[in-house]
């Protein structure tokens, strides 16, 4: 069999994973064969190789199907080379000390930045809806150096609040500033007119090296106190692989990315993976499924982009199956990806019924880069479960109860989920 392969992508036939057996059949091929690259820019260095004029990523205006910045993957390429020469020459001659900041929505710049300031250093893209002083703890937790923030015309509060919390965080020196803006001056830059000024190659020596790490991620606190979680090139590169592969991805699809890029599911799970595999990812608006217009025209949005994976959290799964769908052609839609919270059971009920879509379920932390365990894109799912596990990777449930020694729990019983993988 030949298991799908990021870099380069394969041509030859592939074969869907059913089950776990051909999860274990993929375990016999050489990892480095399978995976060949060591950083994340090598997956769009060979996406634009083999799909150079397939689109790549779709920003929409307030989800307006009509109002959209698009990118090739030719394009993408290019923009993150400029973003990574960018950021490196505001980290300084070390990167690895200070950290890029994201406090902002997803404005049509900001995919790419955030891709760019991976591969130039370490980046932290962090929920804005958060308080001042949580803001302000994380940036000087994770030690930030630059901040992307949205200009005042694109969101006057989110400005205001980003103002009160570099007031409190010394250390920032830069800051870029996306959108429509006016004269800047002191820290601020116009991220615009600034990546407009860097070449589109690289203008650095990239990390040779999987396990540098490339990003901090905040979790949200569901499992314990909020914490800082630092991913490596390798760990993002092989859970994007890990999605392609169960999920069954490839070029031909469309992704309507309905997870916040301050989350792995959205930077991950509907992202990475599928751009990767030379997929297109569409994101409904800056502020993703919390647009009530993207709500709204959801089902116009899938029509337009002849969506192919429809995703979100279990709350933005419940909210789009209460639009009705009306004359809008969905027929390209081959599944339904929820994830970041247990799916309750009428919800997925209540959108299988609905929209006629089979709701997949993953299971992940922020810790592994969201991949755990998967239901089998190109199969059946089963309502309930999360699937299995991810290629490469070993999972146990062990008894809560015995300290003395670490027992796998039989069928049914509740433990305690151990986990470990590339």
């Not at 309507?256 to 595999?277: C, E, K, M, Q, Y």
């Not at 899938?302 to 995703?311: G, L």
């Not at 146990?396 to 986990?419: A, F, M, Y």
Request: hydrophobic letters at 45%.
């Amino acid at each position: 069999m030949n298991a799908r392969r990021l870099l380069p992508i394969t041509t030859c036939a592939q074969r869907d994973i059913l089950t776990i057996a051909d999860i274990e059949a993929i375990e016999q091929l050489p990892y480095d064969a399978l995976i060949p690259a060591r950083n994340l820019y090598d997956l769009f260095v060979a996406t634009a190789a083999n799909h150079p004029d397939r689109p790549a990523l779709t920003v929409l205006e307030d989800g307006d199907p009509g109002v959209a910045i698009s990118y090739t993957h030719q394009q993408l390429r290019r923009e993150i080379a400029r973003a990574a020469n960018m950021f490196r020459a505001a980290l300084g001659d070390e990167p690895s000390v200070g950290v890029v900041a994201f406090l902002c929505p997803t404005l049509a710049q900001i995919p790419a930045a955030l891709l760019g300031a991976q591969v130039a250093g370490i980046a932290s893209s962090i929920n804005f809806l958060l308080s001042e002083d949580a803001i302000a703890d994380l940036l000087i937790a994770e030690n930030a150096t630059v901040l992307v923030v949205p200009s005042k015309q694109q969101d006057a509060a989110l400005w205001e609040k980003a103002k009160a919390v570099v007031e409190k965080v010394p250390a920032i020196h830069t800051i870029f500033v996306a959108g429509k803006c006016g004269a800047l001056n002191g820290k601020l830059r116009s991220l615009g007119v600034e990546l407009a000024r860097q070449q589109d190659e690289m203008a650095f020596a990239l990390p040779a090296e999987r396990s540098t790490v490339c990003a901090l991620f905040h979790t949200g606190g569901t499992t314990g106190r909020p914490k800082l979680v630092r991913l490596t090139h390798g760990n993002q590169i092989h859970a994007a692989w890990s999605f392609a592969q169960v999920h069954g991805l490839d070029e031909r699809d469309v992704a309507i990315n309905g997870f916040p890029l301050f989350h792995v599911g959205g930077t991950v799970t509907a992202g990475l993976s599928v751009l990767a595999a030379g997929g297109h990812v569409v994101i409904p608006s800056a502020i993703s499924l919390r647009s009530k217009t993207a709500i709204r025209n959801y089902w116009k949005i899938v029509e337009a982009a002849r969506a192919t994976i429809v995703s979100g959290v279990p709350t933005s799964i419940a909210s789009i199956a209460d639009v009705p769908i009306g004359n809008a052609d969905i027929s390209s839609v081959r599944m339904g990806l929820t994830g970041g919270a247990v799916c309750p059971k009428a919800v997925g009920d209540r959108f299988v019924a609905r929209t006629g879509i089979t709701l997949f379920e993953t299971y992940g932390m922020t810790e592994t880069a969201a991949a755990i365990a998967f239901n089998p894109g190109r199969g059946l799912p089963m309502q309930g479960s999360v699937g299995f596990r991810a290629p490469f990777a070993a999972t146990r449930i062990v008894n809560l109860e015995d300290h003395e020694e670490l027992r796998d729990c039989p069928t049914l019983q509740s433990g305690l989920v151990l986990v470990q993988g590339p």
